[in-house]
């Protein structure tokens, strides 16, 4: 009786399998090679210091794929993508200046599916997804190190020095910027599912839109109740920022949803 049942519920599963395989479609496309999509950033006090890097802002790339939807049917989109973030802050101060460096990197993703006769394109739900982002901030106030005073001393009595006594100030002093940096680098690859519902039967083209940003921002001054200080002459800021995405994969099916089974909601409170 068992072994009826059993081999009575692997026939009716191989058959259901292999139903599905003769009606669904299923198409895959990626990236390969060192093509990457990168945005980078960098801000800094310091003189010369950000020649080398450019800031490009916001940058885009586009993978596609074409599939056939027929009346009734969805369409749901597996999107992959490694993604590189790399932040780098840098505070220099000394006599109490203040210095703060903040860098953010992010990569994400979103979808169209453009009807070829109509030239209609429907947003993939639910719309742009970040896949990876970091923002990073650094600040402090920094009193330096001291290298080498030179003042006078007066003498109460000349022939010894030690009844002497002075008076100064870090007027008086060779203070050197005291430094602390941060700098962090990842890799990983990321998965998200999109869904189209209810799409117009015809020939479509499925764009997944990645897009990397990258911002650096710094900011110097001086302490409060900092007698000394010049936050141009003490203090320093440096924030350096990247995002990457490399390769990249986007998996389509077509599918049939239960009916109802699709919709936006909101969180409910549970407690």
Same mark, same amino acid.
């Given at each position: 009786?068992?072994?009826?049942?059993?081999?009575?519920?692997?026939?009716?599963?191989?058959?259901?399998?292999?139903?599905?395989?003769?009606?669904a479609k299923f198409a895959a496309v990626w990236t390969d090679?060192?093509? +990457?999509?990168?945005?980078?950033?960098?801000?800094?006090?310091?003189? !010369?210091?950000?020649?080398?890097?450019? !800031?490009?802002?916001?940058?885009?790339?586009?993978?596609?794929?074409?599939?056939?939807?027929?009346?009734?049917?969805?369409?749901?989109? $597996? +999107?992959?993508?490694?993604?590189?973030?790399?932040?780098?802050?840098?505070?220099? %101060?000394?006599?109490?200046?203040?210095?703060?460096?903040?860098?953010?990197?992010?990569?994400?993703?979103?979808?169209?599916?453009? !009807?070829?006769?109509? %030239?209609?394109?429907?947003?993939?739900?639910?719309?742009?997804?970040?896949?990876?982002?970091?923002?990073?901030?650094?600040?402090?106030?920094?009193?330096?190190?001291?290298?080498?005073?030179?003042?006078? +001393?007066?003498?109460?009595?000349?022939?010894?020095? #030690?009844?002497?006594?002075?008076?100064?100030?870090?007027?008086?002093?060779?203070?050197?910027?005291?430094?602390?940096?941060?700098?962090?680098?990842?890799?990983?690859?990321?998965?998200?599912?999109?869904?189209?519902?209810?799409?117009?039967?015809?020939?479509?083209?499925?764009?997944?839109?990645?897009?990397?940003?990258?911002?650096?921002?710094?900011?110097?001054?001086?302490?409060?109740?900092?007698?000394?200080?010049?936050?141009?002459?003490?203090?320093?800021?440096?924030? +350096?920022?990247?995002?990457?995405? %490399?390769?990249?994969?986007?998996?389509?099916?077509?599918?049939? #949803?239960?009916? $109802?089974?699709? %919709?936006?909601?909101?969180?409910?409170?549970?407690?």
């Amino acid at each position: 009786m068992n072994r009826l049942l059993v081999s009575l519920v692997l026939a009716s599963a191989m058959f259901s399998v292999g139903a599905m395989a003769q009606s669904a479609k299923f198409a895959a496309v990626w990236t390969d090679g060192l093509k +990457v999509i990168k945005s980078e950033a960098c801000d800094s006090t310091e003189e !010369n210091f950000c020649d080398a890097i450019t !800031n490009t802002g916001a940058q885009f790339g586009a993978t596609l794929a074409n599939i056939k939807v027929p009346q009734s049917k969805e369409l749901l989109v $597996g +999107v992959s993508a490694q993604v590189e973030l790399f932040t780098q802050t840098i505070v220099k %101060g000394r006599k109490g200046s203040y210095s703060k460096a903040t860098a953010m990197a992010e990569g994400g993703v979103s979808l169209l599916a453009c !009807n070829w006769a109509s %030239g209609t394109c429907y947003d993939g739900a639910p719309g742009y997804i970040t896949l990876s982002k970091r923002q990073q901030e650094l600040e402090a106030v920094l009193g330096g190190v001291i290298e080498e005073c030179t003042f006078d +001393v007066t003498l109460d009595v000349v022939a010894d020095v #030690a009844t002497g006594s002075a008076t100064w100030t870090l007027e008086d002093c060779m203070v050197l910027q005291e430094e602390i940096g941060l700098a962090l680098t990842t890799m990983a690859a990321h998965h998200f599912n999109f869904v189209f519902p209810d799409l117009p039967q015809g020939d479509y083209s499925v764009i997944a839109t990645f897009k990397t940003d990258a911002t650096a921002a710094t900011e110097i001054g001086c302490a409060e109740e900092t007698q000394y200080c010049d936050a141009e002459l003490d203090a320093d800021a440096t924030a +350096v920022s990247h995002a990457i995405i %490399g390769k990249t994969m986007m998996t389509i099916q077509e599918v049939r #949803a239960v009916k $109802g089974s699709l %919709g936006s909601m909101e969180f409910m409170d549970v407690l």
